[in-house]
């Protein structure tokens, strides 16, 4: 996991907002959008970042591109961030 990119993407609002939605499942690009008060192609570079980090994946169905998380990196990122918390606590007590 390249962590200084995953945690550049996840300091997007955004961004951040954009995974908020496909925990519900997987969503194309324009019922990304309309959730959002800003251009398509605004919000296809936040899906880009998104992808570059590996937060998000996607597929292209006919003219469709959908986009869906990458849980397994997700995960990875709360193991580290656990990780840290569980090195903090070690060194108060």
Do not use: C
Not at 75 to 92: F, V
């Amino acid at each position: 996991m390249a962590l200084q990119q995953t945690m550049r993407a996840l300091a997007d609002p955004i961004r951040r907002e954009i995974l908020n939605l496909l925990k519900r499942g997987r969503m194309s690009a324009g019922e990304i959008n309309s959730h959002f008060p800003v251009t398509a192609a605004s919000i296809s570079r936040h899906l880009s970042v998104l992808k570059e980090a590996d937060l998000v994946r996607d597929a292209r169905e006919g003219q469709f591109i959908f986009y869906e998380l990458n849980v397994s990196v997700l995960e990875e990122i709360m193991l580290w961030i656990t990780g840290l918390k569980g090195e903090e606590n070690n060194d108060q007590g």
